[in-house]
């Protein structure tokens, strides 16, 4: 007896079909077959819920499953491969066609279908489609299948590739004898499988059935006594058209039909449809519904959320994880997608494309290489400075670099010092880093010439136990986890097929073709969880609650078609009509599957561009617009995890989130320099990140640094040698000893920046006779030192100075002493400075009379700003008037700064400005000063910002913490 049930198309059906099994059930005799695996479990579970009883699970089977374990079953020498085998045979058979090909233009072709990224898995959908053609001999074929059979009757380029393999294929398979894959399989069962007799066949759930897939029905409703059919009602919309295809089936095959319906849904009546003002809005304001949901009784496993794409199922996951909601997110990704993937293919690739730079630094950016204490930037204008970009890629460059090593070694200690010793040792750590790569590739290159996968699955095992990468439980690394395994499981397969293959590069060619289209899950599953899928699996899937996110007219129709087929058809549209009523059925069936549904979409992008709906989200709701007031900080009922929790109170509650915090440590400093007093006083947390915690500015731009430093040596090489030197000629000589970027020393760049220097220093010249002419009680006498460092003891501290310039004045036949320090520009002025400097000068040389000079090498005004010290009294100018102070005053404003030093004081100025330059010090203590030479350190002026405000700013989470900032 064959019988067709009739049945309607809702939310029951599952319980359904369930309730019907019960009357046809038997452990031995009885087989459900059903189209997909979510479809067949969700019967089964049902089923055994209903009668409390274990089942035969194997009595519940999805066709292809059923078939090829049948298969297995009864040909114990049988072997099977699935998809990752027609991944490799295609791969492999375009190397070959490409390698023994004599004709031009179909070289180019195939050459270039071998280079293209993903095209294997529209080679695959082609082929196999074919191939099911070949195999079956159906007279009535689909619409695609009939369009690809047009296809390969053309005379295309496509079409004679497609022809090609599925002569090698039939060749290979007829050769073996035992080797099966799905439709051979199927084609076995149909011609070769007697079956024995049993009672009941059940199917359900079918909307469209291929030609293979009828001819496995033909044979099955032979095999058994009784098939019950339960199909769907003939409905009028564009996506269920192919029912009739099954019903015309039905029919040949003699089935007798039962039951009626009407073939309706109330679809609109069970959907809302939301819009939200972007997609951060919409993510979190779905999430806490799911929250809400699930604290309000429901079972996590009752929700789905159907996504359009892999990057919107991670980021619902990560806020539903946030929200501490157990989710499952069943969607895969590509392993070409993986970070481990790539990384573990980056030396293969490297070598295969003659080491191009690009790779070079992957390859150095990876875990292979754990020397890597450079950052990238850092390294990538090594490699342009030693002009490795253009150049080949050789050894030879680490002689080059230690030569330029050696080099910066011979300098005498001068004011570069410390900027050449961090050099130097970039410089070595980089050497390090390309003796690595070298070390590695040379390691692989080795392993080349044997056997590739053998040698290549090892590499993988050891390349990874050395990573170390996989120790924790994030949830990152764990799906990292996940493609390793299956990259490992593609590897194992591809050594499995025992292909005739010897050149490594075609198996590198091979790999990356086939992780193109090989996908792998995230997660491992876990229970009682919400399920995130896409369209195709959320068709058949029963839930109470459904979230469709993203539901834009981006995505849905997605129109993913095969563009091999697509541009070679003479109506295109045609196929593109078919594949929406594709996606057309499988959202209505993802709605009917339901109690209730959430359509939800973000009308705009973060930056304010304008997004459209679905053109299906009218049919299915009427569209409301949520206006959501908050963006970043909850209100108290939208508080969902813990993180809102803790955003929330430190936005609303004056008593949570304060800084707890005393700021003191031990600076270890033995020895102080004017430039650390004043980054101290500047700010105390900015001295200990830089001298305690050792925090580098990577990012520093050092161009004023630099040309500083141009501007004194030029000044102490004139001085030295006047007047048997020419200027021009010490500005080029020491701007090729400093900037020795490759921009720098372009030539354009270079002649504008000489000139500009000299013609700074020139001007500087005549401005500074004209300061020194000012000074009517002094004659000026001679240069007495340039360049000279003096040092003393100031309390447990060795302080240590570098005077520019030092003269030796006359004044009433008395000696003075000129201190002297250049800036490059000279706005604010800090006098302790040279304060510092006479202090340690005098404790070196006796000296009753100090003149301190400022002078500004490109200031375009007034070049120099004048101090002096008599004995103990401070002599200063102030609104042209010469006023005096106790030398008491800076005693005591450098002691209060050794002493918060060695207290291990490190507030930053943020939290408490407790310190103040000097001439801020005399300010705050009565004395009149010029405000606007008082130099203040501040977080941020404007778009200039401290080495650290990016730290800083994060203290700004406490509500008591802002920034200094202008």
């Not at 004995?871 to 005591?892: G, H, M, P, V």
């Amino acid at each position: 007896m064959k019988h067709a049930i009739i049945t309607d198309l809702n939310e029951k059906h599952f319980e359904y079909i369930a309730k019907e099994i019960e009357k046809h059930y038997d452990p031995f005799t009885f087989l459900f077959i059903g189209p997909t695996g979510y479809y067949v479990r969700q019967i089964s579970d049902k089923f055994s819920e209903n009668i409390s009883k274990t089942i035969n699970r194997d009595a519940f089977r999805v066709v292809n499953q059923y078939v090829v374990e049948t298969l297995l079953l009864n040909n114990m020498d049988a072997s099977f491969f699935d998809r990752d085998f027609f991944k490799a045979f295609i791969a492999s058979q375009i190397e070959e066609y490409i390698r023994k090909e004599k004709n031009e233009e179909y070289g180019v072709f195939l050459r270039t279908i071998s280079k293209s990224k993903g095209i294997l898995d529209y080679i695959l959908d082609l082929f196999e489609k074919a191939w099911e053609i070949k195999v079956s001999n159906s007279d009535f074929l689909p619409s695609y299948y009939f369009e690809i059979q047009k296809l390969l009757e053309r005379e295309e380029k496509i079409s004679q590739l497609i022809s090609r393999l599925l002569n090698d294929i039939s060749i290979i398979l007829q050769k073996s004898g035992n080797i099966f894959e799905q439709i051979t399989a199927y084609k076995w069962y149909v011609e070769e499988f007697l079956e024995e007799r049993k009672n009941t066949l059940v199917l359900s759930g079918f909307f469209d059935l291929t030609p293979m897939l009828k001819n496995v029905f033909k044979k099955m409703f032979e095999s058994f006594e009784n098939v019950f059919f339960y199909i769907w009602p003939k409905i009028n919309d564009r996506a269920f058209y192919q029912l009739e295809d099954i019903y015309s089936f039905l029919e040949q095959e003699n089935f007798s039909f039962s039951g009626k319906s009407k073939g309706v849904f109330h679809i609109k009546d069970k959907t809302k449809v939301f819009a939200y003002k972007n997609s951060i809005m919409e993510i979190y304001e779905v999430s806490g519904k799911i929250k809400e949901l699930v604290k309000d009784g429901c079972s996590p496993s009752d929700i789905a959320v159907i996504v359009p794409n892999v990057n919107v199922a991670k980021q619902i996951s990560e806020k539903l994880t946030e929200m501490g909601i157990p989710n499952n997110v069943n969607l895969q990704s590509k392993l070409s997608e993986s970070k481990i993937v790539r990384i573990l293919l980056q030396p293969l690739k490297t070598i295969y494309f003659n080491y191009e730079i690009e790779d070079i630094l992957a390859l150095i950016e990876s875990p292979y290489i754990n020397t890597r204490e450079l950052t990238m930037d850092k390294v990538e204008k090594f490699f342009m400075e030693f002009k490795m970009i253009d150049d080949e890629f050789s050894k030879e460059k680490i002689n080059e670099i230690t030569e330029k090593i050696k080099k910066l070694e011979e300098v005498e200690d001068d004011d570069t010092y410390q900027d050449r010793m961090e050099k130097i040792e970039e410089y070595k750590t980089f050497i390090d880093i390309l003796k690595d790569v070298f070390t590695l590739l040379d390691k692989v290159k080795e392993g080349l010439s044997g056997d590739f996968i053998k040698w290549f699955l090892e590499f993988v095992k050891n390349s990874i136990e050395d990573f170390k990468v996989f120790l924790s439980n994030e949830y990152e690394i764990m799906e990292e986890r996940n493609a390793l395994l299956k990259f490992v499981e593609v590897l194992n397969n591809l050594l499995s097929y025992d292909l005739d293959i010897k050149s490594w590069r075609t198996w590198f060619k091979i790999i990356n073709s086939i992780i193109g289209v090989e996908k792998y899950r995230f997660l491992e599953r876990k229970e009682n969880a919400v399920d995130i899928f896409d369209i195709t699996q959320a068709r058949f899937v029963k839930k109470k609650y459904k979230f469709f996110v993203s539901f834009l007219d981006t995505y849905y129709p997605s129109f993913d078609l095969n563009p091999l087929i697509l541009n070679v058809l003479s109506n295109p549209n045609k196929l593109m009509a078919f594949n929406e009523e594709i996606e057309r059925r499988n959202i209505f069936l993802s709605l009917i599957f339901s109690d209730t549904n959430y359509i939800t979409y973000p009308h705009s992008t973060l930056t304010g561009e304008p997004l459209l709906p679905s053109v299906y989200a009218n049919e299915f709701g009427i569209i409301e617009k949520v206006d959501s007031t908050f963006y970043i900080i909850p209100p108290a009922n939208k508080v969902y995890s813990y993180i809102d929790k803790k955003l929330y109170e430190a936005f609303n509650d004056e008593k949570s989130l304060k800084l707890n915090e005393t700021w003191q440590t031990n600076f270890s400093v033995k020895k102080l320099s004017h430039t650390l007093i004043s980054k101290y006083v500047g700010c105390p947390f900015y001295f200990y990140l830089s001298e305690k915690g050792k925090v580098k500015n990577f990012d520093e731009n050092k161009e004023s640094l630099y040309k500083g430093i141009l501007y004194h040596r030029v000044l102490k090489k004139y001085f030295e040698e006047k007047p048997n030197v020419i200027l021009k000629k010490i500005v080029q000589e020491t701007y090729d000893e400093i900037f020795t970027d490759e921009f720098s020393q372009y030539s354009i760049p270079k002649t504008v920046n000489i000139e500009k220097y000299l013609s700074s220093i020139s001007n500087f010249f005549d401005k500074m006779e004209h300061e020194y002419s000012k000074l009517k009680e002094y004659d000026p006498q001679s240069i007495f030192k340039l360049e000279q460092v003096y040092s003393s003891k100031l309390k447990d501290f060795l302080v240590e100075v570098r005077v520019d310039r030092i003269d030796i004045l006359k004044k009433e036949n008395k000696t003075v002493y000129a201190i002297i320090d250049y800036k490059t520009k000279l706005n604010k002025i800090p006098v302790e400075q040279l304060l510092i400097y006479d202090y340690v000068f005098r404790k070196n040389i006796k000296s009753n009379e100090t003149l301190l000079v400022f002078l500004g090498i490109e200031n375009e005004n007034s070049t120099g700003y004048f101090l002096k010290r008599i004995d103990n009294t401070l002599y200063y100018k102030f609104k042209r008037k010469e006023k005096s102070i106790n030398y008491e005053y800076f005693e005591a404003w450098i002691n209060n700064v050794i002493e918060n030093i060695t207290s291990g004081n490190a507030k930053p100025i943020f939290f408490e400005e407790k310190l103040r330059p000097f001439l801020g010090y005399l300010y705050d203590s009565g004395i009149e000063v010029q405000k606007s030479k008082i130099y203040e350190k501040k977080c941020k002026i404007f778009k200039r910002k401290c080495d650290y405000y990016d730290i800083c700013k994060n203290f700004e989470i406490y509500k008591e913490i802002r920034l200094n900032e202008k």
